[in-house]
């Protein structure tokens, strides 16, 4: 039986099993109100009811009332921003109706960040009170999106998010970042738990939909069970968080608390319409809270098997093979030659991860003045991307060791643990929280089904025949390197209100960091990177072009290997206050030094006024700067690439290498951005809330992988350098400005509807990316056409659609809930994977729909759905540009742009889809929470 036959199988019995004990029963009816410390109504408290997904929020009178409550005892939950959560556990008999009130005392520590919205260091109960834009997303909404994979989840959520599905582009096949406003991976700043989060070791070369040289967090390396909510922050913030919150803020709360161990199970499949069902995904998490004194101590564990898609259409081309019959929509309808078809992989690789994560609370006394807390998690996560075929009689392929071709393939392993922790106290009218944190990500590139040309056909340890590789044979699998990066925090922060006499107490946060980071290359085994100088298979005499190293990725050679650490200290000093009733000032500055890029200070101001209840104004002005990353600074290595159809080895090189400075690289400065956002949040009832925002965001000294230089001049500059062997070099650059401007849109209304309720939320986001400035080329590469290409200009401008809206339909009533989705993505381009300037595609807008219909057992939640209901595909290549010439290739009767943009018919979706292009996904959740 096949892996995904056995978790089939194994869904199918704990359903045998589990769900006749599931009994229906009647159902009861829970209200109540919750109040503060003091006596006053608290408006806005979460209220849930345990392995359910019901859900209430209190009124202005901090009334609430949960209907279909299952017969029995269940634990309640109430839970809201800034105060200390409350759980207690209710009977409630068919039919009948309980009363629970819960009293909620404001958090004594606080400066904890996990009481804190993201957005203001100052005491807040909600977004709605912040001055700038934030998203608090809760674990119901997350667990509803069909699927685990966090910036999945962050994109459906949220259109100010895009989420690129990558392949064939080797590393982010399987390190997929995110971006925000449609900026750099590396221009959003993560945070756990209010800790920075380090980003991982890949640096993104040429990833569809962002501009390659940047690096970005793996949020997939947090377990969906451990996430309480995460708080997206849309606005600028380098002064209070870190000098790289230039598009945003992501913070990511874990859960805490006591509570039952519950467990989640999702299994889905790709259904699509002219393609064998494929992409079996099973993915099982829990979660366990454990009382620890006047604490609490809470595990959790996720396991994901993603099994691969294939949307590549079939390959009339055979090598030196008869081609096998295909028809129009891509399959083989008359086989006749022993490769594989399709020969090629476009789609999802596949994916296998393990991990884990733990969250301590721990109050010292019953006052809880004083706390000790941690948090940390390891993940071990292994995939597979694949590269292009290579024919049989492909000069990069040796017959003896592949008859029939070969299609090179990733199969890297991702490691990545953490840990975080410290003492929170009260002191002399202080909040204080002392901590450290320690992060590690790393990125093995193991290569498989796949050789090195210049070792030769000879692959016996014993009789190896490489003139310049004495004692090394050929291989079909290699360790081709390990990238490695890391991050020591230590930071101290402290907040009060003091009096000064202003209308209100003036909130006065400030705090300091000390950050070191390490990033490493790690060379490869010798038969991955050696040229061993063998002949190639077409050649009778010598040939200097025979290509060395492991192919698809050649490995990282002694020359490449880095070793790299710098420190950075920070200092910031935050203030907030209400210079009257209605208007909310806040101001923040920061000072950052780096031990390689000397020192900065930036600010931030922020105003928020509420003319009325019902209506809030607010506006944001800040400055920022990001330091260039590690791996911007120290990366290098030799890649294949395929440009315009031919493969080329491409040396991309940091600037104070010796051959980019031979073609006039410069040292790298930090980014500098200046941000302004204004916005409105009205709520005309109390159960509709609209809001607005705009904003613009403008960035000089952006730094980003050059163009691809490769004109003759260029390589004979190198050549007369003694670099040989390379078709092409890029290095990193200052070379743009950049403007970003937009505007965010968001709703909510939750109205009765029958005997249930109806909650209606919708998002739009448009946002324009534009280049304002591009450098002089360097005198020596006065040949070449620009510092970037159009494939980079593209990237940045074009490759992300400027809109993007969802609208969502709730509905619950008694133990039934239901959603659905649309998903609207506009137009975009993209030049890849054709790679050339002429290649430029443009695809039209698509429309996605998601729906989701569930049941709530007495101890189960079991949920059925569908995401991309109707199985919408992005549009196909269709550009007849000539790539030559620029005319109509029809007429001049040249290689047309969709010919390298689809691979030759190969990869017939656009690459750069901001949705991907699998299809349609059934899937079934089963959440269970179990008695202890």
Same mark, same amino acid.
């Given at each position: 039986?096949?892996?995904?036959?056995?978790?089939? $199988?194994?869904? @199918?019995?704990?359903? *045998?099993? /589990?769900? &006749?004990?599931?009994? =229906?029963? #009647?159902? +009861?009816?829970?209200?109540?109100?919750?109040?503060?410390?003091?006596?006053?109504?608290?408006?806005?408290?979460?209220?849930?009811?345990?392995?359910?997904?019901?859900?209430?929020?209190?009124?202005?009178?901090?009334?609430?009332?949960?209907?279909?409550?299952?017969?029995?005892?269940?634990?309640?939950?109430?839970?809201?921003?800034?105060?200390?959560?409350?759980?207690?556990?209710?009977?409630?008999?068919?039919?009948?109706?309980?009363?629970?009130?819960?009293?909620?005392?404001?958090?004594?520590?606080?400066?904890?960040?996990?009481?804190?919205?993201?957005?203001?260091?100052?005491?807040?109960?909600? $977004?709605?009170? @912040?001055?700038?834009? *934030?998203? /608090?997303? &809760?674990?119901?909404? =997350?667990? #509803?999106? +069909?699927?685990?994979?966090?910036?999945?989840?962050?994109?459906?959520?949220?259109?100010?998010?895009?989420?690129?599905?990558?392949?064939?582009?080797?590393?982010?096949?399987?390190?997929?970042?995110?971006?925000?406003?449609?900026?750099?991976?590396?221009?959003?700043?993560?945070?756990?738990?209010?800790?920075?989060?380090?980003?991982?070791?890949?640096?993104?070369?040429?990833?569809?939909?962002?501009?390659?040289?940047?690096?970005?967090?793996?949020?997939?390396?947090?377990?969906?069970?451990?996430?309480?909510?995460?708080?997206?922050?849309?606005?600028?913030?380098?002064?209070?968080?870190?000098?790289? $919150?230039?598009?945003?803020?992501?913070? *990511?709360?874990?859960?805490?608390?006591?509570?039952?161990?519950?467990?989640?199970?999702?299994?889905?499949?790709?259904?699509?319409?002219?393609?064998?069902?494929?992409?079996?995904?099973?993915?099982?998490?829990?979660?366990?809270?454990?009382?620890?004194?006047?604490?609490?101590?809470?595990?959790?564990?996720?396991?994901?098997?993603?099994?691969?898609?294939?949307?590549?259409?079939?390959?009339?081309?055979?090598?030196?093979?008869?081609?096998?019959?295909?028809?129009?929509?891509?399959?083989?309808?008359?086989?006749?030659?022993?490769?594989?078809?399709?020969?090629?992989?476009?789609?999802?690789?596949?994916?296998?991860?393990?991990?884990?994560?733990?969250?301590?609370?721990?109050?010292?006394?019953?006052?809880?003045?004083?706390?000790?807390?941690?948090?940390?998690?390891?993940?071990?996560?292994?995939?597979?991307?694949?590269?292009?075929?290579?024919?049989?009689?492909?000069?990069?392929?040796?017959?003896?060791?592949?008859?029939?071709?070969?299609?090179?393939?990733?199969?890297?392993?991702?490691?990545?643990?953490?840990?975080?922790?410290?003492?929170?106290?009260?002191?002399?009218?202080?909040?204080?929280?002392?901590?450290?944190?320690?992060?590690?990500?790393?990125?093995?590139?193991?290569?498989?089904?796949?050789?090195?040309?210049?070792?030769?056909?000879?692959?016996?340890?014993?009789?190896?025949?490489?003139?310049?590789?004495?004692?090394?044979?050929?291989?079909?699998?290699?360790?081709?390197?390990?990238?490695?990066?890391?991050?020591?925090?230590?930071?101290?922060?402290?907040?009060?209100?003091?009096?000064?006499?202003?209308?209100?107490?003036?909130?006065?946060?400030?705090?300091?960091?000390?950050?070191?980071?390490?990033?490493?290359?790690?060379?490869?085994?010798?038969?991955?990177?050696?040229?061993?100088?063998?002949?190639?298979?077409?050649?009778?005499?010598?040939?200097?072009?025979?290509?060395?190293?492991?192919?698809?990725?050649?490995?990282?050679?002694?020359?490449?290997?880095?070793?790299?650490?710098?420190?950075?200290?920070?200092?910031?000093?935050?203030?907030?206050?209400?210079?009257?009733?209605?208007?909310?000032?806040?101001?923040?500055?920061?000072?950052?030094?780096?031990?390689?890029?000397?020192?900065?200070?930036?600010?931030?101001?922020?105003?928020?006024?509420?003319?009325?209840?019902?209506?809030?104004?607010?506006?944001?002005?800040?400055?920022?700067?990001?330091?260039?990353?590690?791996?911007?600074?120290?990366?290098?290595?030799?890649?294949?690439?395929?440009?315009?159809?031919?493969?080329?080895?491409?040396?991309?090189?940091?600037?104070?290498?010796?051959?980019?400075?031979?073609?006039?690289?410069?040292?790298?400065?930090?980014?500098?951005?200046?941000?302004?956002?204004?916005?409105?949040?009205?709520?005309?009832?109390?159960?509709?809330?609209?809001?607005?925002?705009?904003?613009?965001?403008?960035?000089?000294?952006?730094?980003?992988?050059?163009?691809?230089?490769?004109?003759?001049?260029?390589?004979?500059?190198?050549?007369?350098?003694?670099?040989?062997?390379?078709?092409?070099?890029?290095?990193?650059?200052?070379?743009?400005?950049?403007?970003?401007?937009?505007?965010?849109?968001?709703?909510?209304?939750?109205?009765?509807?029958?005997?249930?309720?109806?909650?209606?939320?919708?998002?739009?986001?448009?946002?324009?990316?534009?280049?304002?400035?591009?450098?002089?080329?360097?005198?020596?590469?006065?040949?070449?056409?620009?510092?970037?290409?159009?494939?980079?200009?593209?990237?940045?401008?074009?490759?992300?659609?400027?809109?993007?809206?969802?609208?969502?339909?709730?509905?619950?009533?008694?133990?039934?809930?239901?959603?659905?989705?649309?998903?609207?993505?506009?137009?975009?381009?993209?030049?890849?994977?054709?790679?050339?300037?002429?290649?430029?595609?443009?695809?039209?807008?698509?429309?996605?729909?998601?729906?989701?219909?569930?049941?709530?057992?007495?101890?189960?939640?079991?949920?059925?759905?569908?995401?991309?209901?109707?199985?919408?595909?992005?549009?196909?290549?269709?550009?007849?540009?000539?790539?030559?010439?620029?005319?109509?290739?029809?007429?001049?009767?040249?290689?047309?742009?969709?010919?390298?943009?689809?691979?030759?018919?190969?990869?017939?979706?656009?690459?750069?889809?901001?949705?991907?292009?699998?299809?349609?996904?059934?899937?079934?959740?089963?959440?269970?929470?179990?008695?202890?």
């Amino acid at each position: 039986m096949s892996r995904p036959s056995r978790f089939h $199988a194994f869904a @199918l019995l704990l359903s *045998v099993f /589990v769900l &006749p004990h599931a009994l =229906l029963g #009647q159902t +009861g009816v829970i209200r109540g109100k919750v109040t503060s410390a003091a006596g006053g109504p608290l408006a806005a408290v979460s209220v849930t009811v345990d392995a359910t997904s019901l859900r209430a929020i209190t009124n202005d009178q901090g009334e609430y009332e949960l209907r279909g409550v299952p017969a029995g005892a269940t634990t309640v939950r109430a839970r809201l921003l800034g105060y200390v959560a409350q759980a207690s556990r209710v009977s409630v008999a068919a039919g009948d109706a309980a009363q629970q009130n819960f009293v909620m005392a404001q958090q004594a520590i606080a400066l904890s960040p996990v009481s804190v919205v993201v957005g203001s260091h100052a005491r807040h109960t909600a $977004a709605e009170e @912040l001055a700038v834009p *934030v998203d /608090v997303i &809760p674990s119901e909404v =997350l667990a #509803q999106q +069909g699927t685990t994979e966090t910036s999945q989840i962050l994109a459906a959520v949220s259109p100010s998010v895009n989420f690129p599905h990558q392949s064939v582009t080797d590393a982010t096949d399987i390190a997929r970042p995110f971006t925000l406003r449609g900026l750099s991976p590396d221009q959003t700043l993560v945070l756990i738990n209010g800790w920075r989060r380090r980003q991982m070791a890949v640096v993104n070369t040429f990833a569809y939909g962002m501009p390659a040289g940047s690096s970005g967090v793996d949020m997939n390396a947090i377990p969906a069970s451990a996430i309480d909510r995460v708080e997206l922050l849309r606005d600028g913030a380098s002064a209070q968080y870190g000098s790289d $919150a230039i598009a945003g803020v992501v913070n *990511v709360v874990l859960k805490e608390g006591k509570f039952d161990p519950f467990v989640n199970t999702t299994t889905g499949r790709y259904i699509p319409r002219d393609y064998h069902d494929d992409g079996t995904t099973v993915d099982v998490n829990g979660g366990w809270g454990l009382g620890l004194g006047r604490g609490s101590f809470t595990l959790f564990g996720q396991f994901m098997d993603r099994q691969p898609t294939n949307r590549a259409w079939a390959d009339t081309y055979a090598g030196s093979f008869t081609p096998d019959s295909v028809n129009s929509i891509g399959q083989v309808i008359v086989k006749r030659n022993p490769m594989p078809n399709p020969d090629y992989h476009w789609g999802d690789g596949l994916e296998k991860d393990a991990i884990t994560m733990a969250n301590l609370r721990l109050p010292l006394n019953d006052a809880g003045t004083g706390e000790l807390y941690a948090f940390g998690g390891y993940s071990h996560r292994e995939g597979a991307g694949q590269g292009y075929f290579r024919y049989d009689n492909d000069t990069r392929n040796w017959p003896e060791m592949y008859p029939a071709g070969f299609l090179p393939e990733f199969h890297p392993a991702v490691r990545d643990y953490s840990a975080a922790g410290g003492y929170r106290a009260l002191a002399g009218g202080w909040s204080l929280d002392l901590g450290v944190s320690f992060g590690h990500n790393d990125f093995a590139y193991n290569l498989r089904n796949t050789l090195n040309e210049s070792l030769g056909p000879c692959f016996d340890p014993a009789n190896p025949c490489a003139p310049n590789a004495p004692g090394v044979a050929n291989k079909t699998s290699f360790f081709a390197g390990r990238l490695t990066r890391a991050e020591v925090v230590t930071g101290l922060n402290a907040s009060r209100e003091v009096h000064v006499g202003l209308p209100a107490p003036l909130s006065v946060a400030a705090g300091a960091a000390y950050r070191r980071e390490r990033y490493q290359i790690e060379r490869g085994e010798v038969a991955s990177y050696i040229n061993g100088g063998h002949l190639p298979q077409d050649s009778a005499t010598g040939d200097s072009s025979v290509i060395g190293g492991s192919q698809v990725f050649p490995g990282f050679a002694p020359s490449n290997e880095s070793n790299s650490t710098r420190s950075n200290l920070a200092a910031y000093l935050d203030l907030e206050t209400n210079l009257t009733p209605k208007l909310l000032a806040n101001g923040a500055a920061r000072f950052e030094h780096y031990s390689d890029f000397g020192s900065l200070v930036t600010g931030k101001g922020a105003l928020r006024f509420q003319p009325s209840r019902r209506v809030t104004l607010r506006a944001a002005v800040s400055n920022g700067f990001r330091a260039p990353g590690l791996g911007q600074i120290h990366f290098s290595k030799v890649v294949t690439n395929v440009i315009a159809g031919q493969p080329v080895q491409v040396g991309i090189f940091p600037v104070a290498d010796s051959a980019a400075r031979l073609l006039g690289s410069q040292p790298l400065k930090a980014e500098r951005s200046f941000n302004l956002s204004g916005g409105v949040a009205l709520s005309p009832r109390d159960n509709v809330t609209f809001t607005a925002d705009v904003f613009r965001i403008t960035i000089t000294h952006r730094i980003l992988l050059s163009a691809t230089f490769q004109d003759s001049t260029t390589l004979a500059t190198l050549a007369s350098g003694g670099f040989t062997g390379i078709g092409a070099i890029q290095y990193f650059t200052n070379g743009l400005s950049t403007r970003t401007s937009g505007i965010d849109l968001t709703g909510d209304v939750r109205v009765p509807a029958g005997a249930g309720v109806l909650q209606l939320t919708g998002a739009f986001n448009y946002t324009k990316n534009q280049i304002t400035n591009v450098a002089a080329l360097p005198a020596q590469l006065a040949t070449e056409s620009s510092l970037i290409d159009s494939i980079t200009y593209i990237a940045i401008t074009a490759e992300r659609p400027d809109w993007r809206a969802t609208v969502t339909p709730q509905y619950t009533v008694g133990r039934f809930h239901a959603l659905a989705r649309a998903s609207y993505y506009g137009k975009f381009s993209s030049a890849q994977p054709g790679y050339c300037d002429l290649c430029r595609d443009n695809y039209g807008s698509k429309t996605l729909f998601d729906a989701e219909f569930g049941y709530q057992f007495d101890r189960i939640n079991l949920a059925l759905g569908v995401r991309n209901l109707f199985d919408t595909y992005p549009d196909q290549p269709k550009s007849l540009t000539d790539i030559s010439t620029g005319g109509d290739c029809t007429i001049t009767l040249g290689t047309c742009a969709k010919d390298y943009n689809n691979n030759f018919g190969t990869f017939p979706w656009a690459a750069a889809s901001p949705f991907g292009y699998n299809g349609r996904y059934v899937y079934a959740r089963l959440e269970t929470t179990l008695t202890r």
